[in-house]
């Protein structure tokens, strides 16, 4: 995204671009883009690719505030919890006790009073998508009606959750991401809570019994993730290139192209009769792992983006994290950030 | 006679003109544009620029990640002239004039590192410092001791980082200083042996004052990179984090240039920085000149 904001101010765009979910909104606003629907009433004679290929829910993903589809989802991920079964094992604890994130924590609990090391890393890169997952999985919403609401009685709890787990227990690991699950995959942190683009690293540095479930929830509440990945949009400008540019869509959106891009990324595949082709389905039972993630799917929510100022609304929720982690009151801090944000939005 | 001035000062600017084409376009013009940026609004694409006066300055006094920001630079400076320039000083001291086997080797090895990018120093350093699956924190549990979780802490975030910068700076300081060192006439330090005068001295009244230029080129140099050099092992490893506590001006006008296109507000930091500089570039070069002169 910074760096096609850095191709527009320089006067160069290239013709097809790769956005992430959270910058869907700020691509919608500050840029100059074809709808995948227009490409197709335009370059189509038989107008069904869109509607043959895709989900209903998976298109809602690239939808911006307004509804309107901005572009085609690409790739997609969602966190899954991975977990050092070995470790598990030796501590009697059973992986179907992972299932809520009040069993993750006592597993977690167990595991510091037995051997000292850490239960439980979140993922903390640039951005707070596992951060939204557990405020989602406590029934909390992060957007309403284009205002922020993360900062709700239910989005406090799951925060306070974490803190706890983290600056009172010191049963879960504050690092930033490499970090993080290099201590994971050296056997110094039992569960890991990342993006399934991580798996293949994980499977391959990790010397110990690795696997995966999906994403716990809160008791009560379901379990609510968002999506990551990106979607394909249509930058060019002539009519020409945006039938090329079209073209080579559908080229990318044939199953081999996808599995084979699934295969070298770590990120599921957008379409169903990918999903479901037996290329990937062979790839899914090599890398159980994968499964987990690719049942979220069809629950999964959009990431949340902001309209306006969507980038410093991240930067935001990176900074309040920040302050949590490091023992700042939670209600307070997500306050403040709630209303920073909606102030932005105006 | 004055056809021949004239030719001269033809010659004159058609010599420094390529590289004043290059300054100009390179370095000049873009510091004007940056500072009528910093008067405005803009994310770099918006086809309009809103001009905000002076807002985006008094940002940079009021607002408290600011502060904070430019609080760390300061320290981040103040611990890079220590561990960039007096420890190199110090030790070249000791190299030239206490040690007399194997100065050679001494170069080499403190000069590798200095070949290798900082990139790779930072992803390095930050698995060997990792404080929970590292290897230093694997020695140091085995001795019963524990590695502090740095990265979460801005001073020790810092510190890292400077020892970061310093694992590939060191070197190549340390051979500037000794070849200023070598470059003190043999003759007045065979003297002063000659008159029995204690070691000590000799360093503090005859070495310091005839080495003052390349210290002093080397001090430079230690101030300029320590915004600089910086940058790569933050932008790598914390990102700034935690809440800014190891961020400085120049990480964080990239972070509002870059990340969240606030150019305003990056153009007016990236000023202000100029600015310090400018002053502090002008007092040492001052202060040092007026030193030197009693001595040439």
């Given amino acids: 995204m910074q760096n096609l904001q850095s191709a527009q101010a320089s006067g160069k765009v290239p013709d097809v671009v790769q956005v992430g979910w959270a910058y869907m909104n700020y691509f919608a606003d500050n840029f100059k883009y074809l709808t995948p629907t227009d490409a197709q009433s335009k370059f189509d004679s038989s107008k069904t690719f869109i509607s043959k290929n895709f989900t209903t829910r998976t298109l809602s993903f690239a939808k911006d505030s307004n509804g309107k589809l901005v572009g085609l989802p690409y790739s997609l991920s969602t966190p899954i919890l991975y977990y050092n079964k070995t470790m598990l094992d030796k501590y009697g604890i059973k992986a179907s006790s992972l299932s809520t994130w009040e069993g993750v924590s006592a597993a977690a609990k167990k595991i510091k009073e037995a051997s000292g090391n850490y239960g439980l890393y979140i993922q903390e890169p640039a951005d707070t998508w596992a951060q939204q997952a557990l405020q989602l999985s406590n029934g909390a919403k992060i957007k309403k009606n284009g205002k922020a609401v993360f900062a709700s009685a239910a989005g406090v709890k799951a925060y306070q959750f974490y803190q706890d787990m983290v600056v009172k227990d010191k049963t879960a690991l504050h690092t930033p991401w490499a970090q993080g699950v290099d201590d994971f995959v050296n056997g110094k942190v039992a569960i890991a809570y990342t993006t399934v683009a991580q798996a293949s690293h994980i499977k391959q540095s990790a010397n110990f019994d690795v696997e995966a479930i999906t994403s716990p929830h809160f008791k009560g509440h379901k379990a609510t993730v968002p999506v990551g990945g990106s979607m394909l949009a249509i930058t060019a400008q002539s009519t020409e290139k945006q039938k090329a540019a079209w073209t080579f869509e559908k080229y990318l959106y044939k199953n081999s192209s996808l599995v084979t891009w699934s295969k070298g990324t770590g990120y599921l595949p957008p379409t169903q009769s990918a999903l479901s082709s037996k290329a990937f389905k062979s790839y899914l039972s090599e890398n159980p792992m994968l499964k987990p993630a690719a049942s979220q799917i069809k629950t999964a929510v959009s990431w949340t983006s902001f309209p306006k100022n969507g980038l410093q609304a991240e930067q935001a929720m990176i900074d309040a994290r920040d302050k949590i982690l490091s023992g700042s009151n939670v209600q307070e801090t997500l306050k403040s950030t709630q209303e920073k944000i909606n102030e932005q939005q105006k | 006679m004055n056809n021949r001035n004239k030719k001269n000062k033809v010659l004159t600017i058609a010599y420094l003109f390529p590289t004043a084409l290059i300054l100009l376009v390179f370095i000049i013009a873009p510091i004007i544009y940056t500072f009528y940026l910093s008067f405005f609004n803009w994310n770099l694409i918006a086809p309009t620029k809103d001009f ?245």
């Fill in chain 2, 52 to 296: 905000v006066g002076l807002e985006n300055y008094l940002s940079i006094f009021t607002d408290p990640v600011n502060r904070k920001i430019i609080l760390n630079t300061v320290f981040y400076i103040l611990l890079l002239l220590v561990l960039n320039f007096l420890v190199p000083y110090f030790i070249s001291i000791i190299v030239k004039f206490f040690i007399s086997k194997m100065q050679t080797a001494y170069k080499i090895i403190f000069f590798i590192p200095s070949l290798f990018s900082l990139v790779v120093g930072a992803m390095l350093f930050s698995w060997i410092m990792n404080p929970v699956s590292g290897p230093v924190a694997f020695f140091m549990r085995n001795l019963g001791l524990t590695l502090p979780n740095w990265t979460n802490s801005g001073a020790m975030a810092v510190v890292v980082i400077c020892l970061i910068t310093n694992w590939k700076v060191f070197g190549y300081n340390f051979v500037l200083l000794l070849t200023g060192l070598g470059s003190v006439p043999q003759n007045i330090i065979d003297a002063t042996k000659m008159d029995s005068i204690p070691k000590w001295r000799m360093i503090w009244d005859i070495v310091f004052p005839l080495n003052k230029s390349i210290a002093f080129y080397v001090l430079i140099l230690t101030i300029v990179q320590g915004l600089q050099y910086v940058f790569t092992p933050i932008s790598v490893i914390t990102q700034g984090g935690p809440y800014y506590g190891s961020s400085n001006a120049l990480y964080h006008t990239y972070l509002n240039a870059f990340v969240l296109y606030k150019t305003g507000n990056a153009s007016a930091l990236a000023i202000v920085t100029f600015v310090i500089f400018l002053v502090l570039l002008y007092l040492e070069i001052k202060f040092v000149e007026g030193r030197t002169s009693r001595y040439e």
